[in-house]
């Protein structure tokens, strides 16, 4: 190593350090200032506007729109009055990229609204449970309440046994009225 080199290795550490980059871990890992420009992206609206298009997707209107446009495209490439503006001949290969570029942007546009719906189902069932343990819970209570109440209401009487005491009492007052007779 000459001098200069190692006179410039110097100076580049010094600025690293200055620089406050850590030494000990290798140079793949220190963190690079980036030439791009950093985009902010609201992932909240983008997810909600996947999930608008998504839905569309699933549509009929979506469908029909879809068909019109495909017939009006193969309709204006075969027809013979259409001759002198055709841009995209039989095999109508401008149409297959066309889908197919659509295809590329949906499907991770669709799966992004699935795991999206995903996340809030995990959160509604998370919340279903805490209810029905609450539930559980509630109705727990209630029947130690009821248990507690039978228990209390042993020592009174029951209908039962108001009813059977009327039933002899009627009985006895029949009979002496048969032997007042």
Known sequence: MTAQENERTHRRRRAELAEGLRLDQPK???????????????VEKFGQASEDLARFFGTAQYLVIQTAIVIVWIALNILVVTRGIRWDPYPFI???L?????????????LLAQNRQADRD??????????????????EYLLREVASLRLAVNDVATRDFLRSELQSLFKELDQARAEDR
């Open 94 to 96: 401008l149409l297959n």
């Open 122 to 139: 995990k959160v509604q069932a998370e919340q279903d449970r805490s209810r029905d343990e609450q539930n559980i819970a509630n109705t």
């Open 28 to 42: 793949a890992l220190r963190p690079r200032p980036s030439l791009r420009p950093r985009m902010k992206v609201d």
């Open 98 to 110: 066309a889908f197919s570029t659509q295809a590329a942007y949906a499907a991770p546009l669709i």
